[in-house]
């Protein structure tokens, strides 16, 4: 298979191309071949416009079999802990719409500006049936432009969306996939709780690692 394997940020993925530099063989400056597949790796930049913009130069001369994004992300909820790694079985875009003047968020949907069940979405998730099968938990996602670090923001979102983990890419990755019909997998290890903002309250090495670790174990198992 040719497996896409993308990241926000080469930090993210810096691990796992240590392990495919002495695993695999380097079949150029992006490409390794792993357990007889070929594995291209691709850094698309922070955020959903430079993940979009990212995947649509993919080379679509030559078919990607599998996609598969990694990366870390913040855990609204205490049932996941520190360096948890997850699977996105959904995922939205959680700040696309108006603020009224009373601080009420109204998303396009109910702005009557898209419809929440026009492919790739249902009832305005973007849904992920993967066809690898894993013993890691299933989450829920939102994608923001702007990270959630005052607890008025983080209230208005947790109560809106009811979602586990929060990141800057997943939708717009997922959104992306379903569109060129791409198989995908969203993978993320929690790095940090989602809450007034302390990074020294943050896990970043312990989540890379098992990020890295549970990645590979996945990859075994394609």
Wanted: with cysteine; hydrophobic share 40%.
């Amino acid at each position: 298979m040719r497996i896409l394997l993308c990241a926000p940020t080469v930090f993210e993925i810096a691990g796992i191309i240590d392990f495919l530099d002495v695993n695999g063989s380097k079949l150029s400056f992006s490409k390794y071949e792993y357990l007889g597949h070929t594995i291209e790796v691709f850094v698309t930049g922070v955020g959903s416009i430079q993940t979009t913009y990212g995947m649509s130069q993919l080379d679509t001369s030559t078919r990607i079999d599998y996609a598969i994004q990694v990366g870390l992300a913040g855990a609204f909820t205490k049932s996941l802990s520190l360096g948890d790694v997850v699977i996105v079985e959904s995922d939205t875009f959680a700040d696309i719409g108006v603020e009224e003047s009373d601080g009420t968020f109204l998303d396009i949907y109910a702005l009557e500006l898209a419809n929440k069940d026009m492919f790739p979405f249902k009832n305005g998730l973007i849904t992920n049936d993967s066809r690898v099968q894993t013993p890691h938990r299933k989450v829920t996602a939102i994608t923001v432009n702007t990270v959630s670090g005052a607890q008025q923001t983080i209230d208005r979102r947790k109560q809106r969306f009811q979602a586990d983990i929060e990141t800057m890419e997943g939708a717009a990755f997922l959104y992306c996939c379903k569109m060129q019909e791409i198989p995908c997998l969203q993978v993320r290890a929690i790095s940090n709780f989602v809450e007034p903002r302390n990074k020294d309250n943050w896990e970043i090495d312990l989540a890379l690692t098992n990020l890295k670790i549970e990645f590979i174990r996945i990859f075994q198992s394609l």
